[in-house]
């Protein structure tokens, strides 16, 4: 929810969810280029691997997705 919506994501298969500790989270490693560089608030290591946090928010705000409305 957010931006005066309530947005659902359809996806195939979700592996994990977890909630990750403010502290654990750490800015990404290198500055991205273009349009990733909006989107990717940060990093975090999780079960031996890397995980990349993205704001949905700004993602679903791009005026270029469009985004399918239903009343």
């Known amino acids: ?4 919506m309530v947005v659902g994501i359809l996806v195939e ?10 502290a654990q989270v ?8 273009g349009m990733v560089e909006d989107y990717v608030v940060g990093i975090a290591a999780h079960g031996g691997q ?3 946090l993205i704001d949905l ?3 679903l ?6 985004v ?3 009343v």
Do not use: T
Request: hydrophobic letters at 40%; zero cysteines; aromatic letters at 0%.
């Open 1 to 4: 929810e957010g931006g005066g």
């Open 13 to 22: 298969q979700v592996e994990e969810i977890v909630d990750l500790p403010a």
């Open 57 to 59: 928010e700004k993602v």
């Open 50 to 52: 890397m995980v990349v």
């Open 61 to 66: 705000g791009n005026p270029r997705i469009i």
């Open 26 to 33: 750490k800015p990404p490693l290198s500055p991205a280029k």
């Open 68 to 70: 399918d409305e239903v």
